[in-house]
């Protein structure tokens, strides 16, 4: 949401009081005791505490809500032992990596301890051989993207804040980005990860097998856990070659449902392969061209397709650009060009927030994810329902994948009547998406924004089974108390 | 273990009597109560009780371990309701499927009620669009697997076992089989479960999405769990295309060494794509066509490389046998030829722990899993450690995986020194195996078989991991108890 109600109201009526019981207090014998764990210069309190450390990217118009004390350890022995000091005090912890999550996961709800990962930056193996790469939680996602691909791969995970985002926040909320449709998100990457439980012990969960028989897979279950769980302190990542070109087609459509029909035949086609099928609506494209004042995805106008595919050469190029051609036919298209430059089209679609924003201040934003089989069906029901309730849309979806980021804004509704009826219009929105065999988040994760709409949805089994699962591993509720669920 | 101790032996200081106190006793009100819930039909007691429900293919030469009732539900209601009551009663309770399973994993360890899923063998959806199946747990893999081929789809995963097998059970133990190097294991397959809990309640778990950051992920958690956390009442799963063409060609090699060099090499080839490699040591091979009483792998004899890939066209079939003999160009190969009788090659596959057994009785079996890159260095110092303690080996493994089933046999080792020489050599064995990131149990599971061993390996800060979500998930411990792991 965006601006977002302050915390205190978004948590009215939560766990936040409740669960603030029993926790223990950050006093100077505990800052103290941090100091002599970690340093004293890697210890903030107070006024050396940096606002933005209160905020993600998601939570940015809000009141902040900053820690006791901000803590930078420098090696995974420092994590732990601040972990144990905190579960034995029982101060909440909350890591944080780059700041860039947009549903308030970073944030410290229940002030405590932050657990800022910017010192474990390094990438520690690359291995050519059996394509893997060992890195630091803190590591940029785009420092790990270059490193790879000076030795001729690819890290293919791509959220679009991979400049600023690091590889521990990509795998607490199993950040997707724009190249799932081949690639798959963060999971499919995670090989191994490296955590610290609750309680303050380190082990190393998961191998680099194919098959593996032997006991729980817990590596899935702490990737996308949000911080909730434990804290990585390394990672080790799937490599893959890298294309020699992958170039970007950008198709213009004059109708949304049926560029959804077009999205679902090219995202199974076996021989284009794309790996990327974003779809950005045609009043998204006017609003990025008038931020940059200049036109980036040609002429005419329309909803834009971005097609990206794999090629070992130009011929190869070719006879692809031929495939997108002839699956292109089924549906009306205005028009179909290979992007002059990619690096031109790739930051205009990461400016879409920021364009949108200019625009369109009032604005709530989806992270919607369905089967792309149903992704025609969900536009035209979407569009349908934001008829009836006169509420308007932009969209910028990675399409490929079903994922969908769509701000909704207040059309012909008038502001005052704006929180009522958004809050109707997107119940009624998530029941169609839930129906079609969708989800709440496809990447952003639940965190603090989220957490109080998935209580609504989820099916309370469901969420009991994971509540035990936080109870199991964190007794204490130290770990970023207070998202993607409540306790109580 | 063929032949395996006896279970009283295997668990002699396990926890079997101390887990077994605090459990309800079956009498005959809960059958009765049993029958009320399925009806007296599909409950059996006494003499009733088939013997073969009280081992499964791993341990078959045991002493079986009876249930005191075997109830046949028809409904996952049906499931709910007989969960719930054993739960409120502390009966033990353990799920069966196909009775395949390799490790004892269906063995009724503490008695207490057999859950025999074999009425749920509905195939209940295949979704030809979207290419997905849903399925009742006991629906034969082999015939999910001709139900999508009539529909020219293919499911992916393939047991040995695959005519017995059944999908619950495959989904239970993360199956894997012989097509995971180009797609994966079970869980690669698996999109969602019905499940129901240890409190007998039912969810359903999981969406077929691409992308989902709703939550934690608990479908992979149940994947591999072996009926410790719940009972899967429902799946639905993966359909890929069917190509046209998936030809079989034998590779004769002189050299396992050099053979698993050259399968890493082969299972790193994007254009040749291999489904499976699947190796066949030289003697295994002779002991398989003396089954046979007829020669199946053609002349000369050597170690059998089975390399299987998809083709559209009889042209893409001879594009990529060129490449397989150029990539054989760099080990020395005794001969390269395409199967004639592709089902005679893998029907003999399929019997090799019959043509071992007829041939030595007397051995131990491995599902060890190591990195294909680190399968050439694994081999050798397997090979090392053999000879140093006088022992001998054969061997069929899924060796594009890393998979290896190797049966350890006395070779030069008197009978009387056999048990503590095996046991001494394993123990350095799995050593190897962990310190090249490998793991004890590839697809068959831990189950009763390996669980004193994993005890052994495991990090036990992973290992209270997993504990603390059986507690969790299961706090009276009805659900195949003393499976895995021990609680105590």
Redesign the interface.
Known sequence: MSPMPALSALEAGGGFASESVGYGKVDQSLVAALSALVGRDHVRTGSEIAQALGFDAGTRHEVPRLPDVAVVPGSTAEVASVVALANRKRIPLTARGGGTGLAGGAVPLHGGILLDLGRLDRILTIDC??RFAEVEPGVKTLTLQNAAREQGLLYAGDPCSNDDCVLGGNIA????GNR??KY??T?DQVLSLEVV?ALG?????G????????????V??F???EGT?GIITKAMVKLR?LAPLHPDYLVILPDLVAAMTLVEALADD?FLDPITLEIIDRRTVAAMEKLKGAPIFGRPQGHVLIVQFEADSEEEVQDKAARLKQRCADVTCLGITRAGDSEEVWAARRTWAKALHEELPVSVGE?L?????RLAEFIGRMQGLLERYGLDYRLAG?AG???MHINTVPGHVPLEHWQDTQTRYRAELYQVVYSL??????????GLKRKKT?AKL??P???E??R??K???DPNNILNPGK??DLA
Chains 1, 2 share one sequence.
Do not use: C, W
Request: aromatic share 4%.
């Open positions: 051989r059996a909320t199993n950040a997707g799932a449709v798959g998100v999971s439980t012990q380190v082990t190393t969960l191998t680099r097998l194919k098959k593996n028989s032997t006991g729980y897979n817990l899935r279950l990737v996308g856990s769980l070659r076996r992270d994810v369905v089967p792309v089989d990675h994948d079903g994922n065999g969708g989800r709440l988040s496809g990447e952003h994760g639940i998935l989820i099916d089994v469901e969420l089974l994971m035990s699962i109870r199991a591993f993607i669920f």
